[in-house]
C-alpha cells in the first residue's frame, strides 16, 4: 500500500502555479529590458522587422530567463530546503523530477526560438543556454564562486540581451560603442548578484556556496558590490562624453547621484535594505542603460 501510494505521488502533475512561480516572472524584466536596449541601440527602425523584436522579448524573458530559473531551483533544491523550503520544489508542489524535465524542455524549446532569429541570435541562445546550467549544475556550478557566478549572470542578464537584440535587429556585428557599453553595464550587473545572494546567506554558507556575502561578510561584500556597480557607469559616462553625447552624459550622472545616495542607505544596515535597494537602485541602474541606449543610436 505504501508503495503505491508512493508511486501515485511521483505521477502527479506540477501545479500549473507552482510552474509559474518555478521560472520567477518578475526575474524576466532585466533580460527582456537589456534586449530592448539592443534594440534601440542598434539604430534599426522597430517597424522593419516588429517579429524579431517579439520573438527576442519572449525568448529573452520567459524562455531563456524562466528556463534558467527552473534550472538553478532544481539544482538548488537541498539549499532552498533551507532557506525557503516553500519553493516549489522543495515544497513539493512540482513533484519528483518535474523541476527537471522542466528545465530541459524550456532548454530545448530556446535552441528553437534562437534559430529563428539568424546565426546571431542562435549563437548567443546557445551561449545562454550553456551559460544558465553551467551556474546552477554540478560539476561546474559558477554559482559556487562569489566572483565567477554573479559575473556570468550579469553578463547573461545585461550585457547578452543587449548584444543579441542590436545584433538580430542589425543583421550583424554591433557597433564597438554599443558592446562596450552592453559590457560596461554587464560588469556593474555582478554588484546587483552580489546583493541579490544576500536573501540566502545561511543556506548558502551551510551548502559551501561561497557566495561574497558568505565569504567577506554582509557588510565587506556590500561595498564591494557599490563599487562594482558604480565604476562602470562611471567609464559610461566618460565614454558618453567623448562621443559628444553630453545631455544622454548627464542624465546617467544624475541617476548615479541618487544611486550612491541609495548606496549609503544601504550600507547602513546591508543584510536589512539588501531587498530595499533592488527595488530602488536597480530601477536607477537600468533606467540609464536605456539612456545610453538611445545615446548610441544617436551616433549612427
Known amino acids: 500500500m505504501g508503495v503505491s501510494v508512493e508511486l501515485q505521488a511521483d505521477r502527479r502533475l506540477p501545479q500549473p502555479r507552482a510552474v509559474l512561480t518555478l521560472i520567477k516572472p518578475i526575474t524576466w524584466f532585466p533580460p527582456v529590458w537589456a534586449y530592448l536596449c539592443g534594440v534601440v541601440s542598434s539604430g534599426v527602425p522597430v517597424t522593419s522587422a516588429p517579429w524579431l523584436v517579439l520573438i527576442g522579448i519572449v525568448l529573452a524573458g520567459p524562455v531563456v530567463c524562466g528556463m534558467s530559473q527552473a534550472a538553478n531551483d532544481w539544482c538548488d533544491r537541498h539549499v532552498d530546503a533551507i532557506n525557503e523550503p516553500h519553493r516549489p520544489i522543495p515544497s513539493g508542489r512540482i513533484p519528483g523530477r518535474w523541476g527537471l524535465w522542466i528545465a530541459l524542455i524550456m532548454s530545448a524549446l530556446a535552441l528553437a526560438l534562437g534559430a529563428t532569429l539568424g546565426p546571431w541570435g542562435f549563437g548567443a541562445t546557445v551561449f545562454g543556454v550553456l551559460a544558465a546550467w553551467a551556474y546552477s549544475a554540478e560539476p561546474v556550478r559558477l554559482k559556487k564562486s562569489g566572483w565567477w557566478g554573479p559575473g556570468l549572470v550579469g553578463l547573461c542578464y545585461e550585457g547578452l540581451p543587449w548584444f543579441t537584440g542590436a545584433a538580430v535587429l542589425s543583421a550583424g556585428a554591433p557597433s564597438v560603442q554599443t558592446v562596450l557599453v552592453a559590457l560596461l553595464y554587464a560588469l556593474g550587473a555582478h554588484g546587483i548578484m552580489t546583493l541579490n545572494d544576500f536573501k540566502a546567506l545561511e543556506g548558502d554558507r551551510q551548502m559551501g556556496v561561497n557566495s561574497l556575502p558568505v565569504t567577506l561578510g554582509p557588510e565587506r561584500a556590500a561595498r564591494v558590490a557599490c563599487w562594482v556597480m558604480a565604476v562602470p557607469q562611471v567609464a559610461v559616462i566618460g565614454l558618453l562624453l567623448a562621443w559628444g553625447q553630453v545631455w544622454h552624459a548627464l542624465a546617467v550622472a544624475v541617476l548615479l547621484a541618487v544611486q550612491i545616495w541609495a548606496m ?37
Open 264 to 300: 549609503r542607505v544601504l550600507l547602513s544596515d546591508p543584510k536589512g535594505r539588501a531587498p530595499w535597494y533592488n527595488g530602488t537602485g536597480v530601477l536607477l541602474y537600468v533606467s540609464g542603460m536605456m539612456i545610453a541606449a538611445f545615446a548610441i543610436r544617436g551616433l549612427s
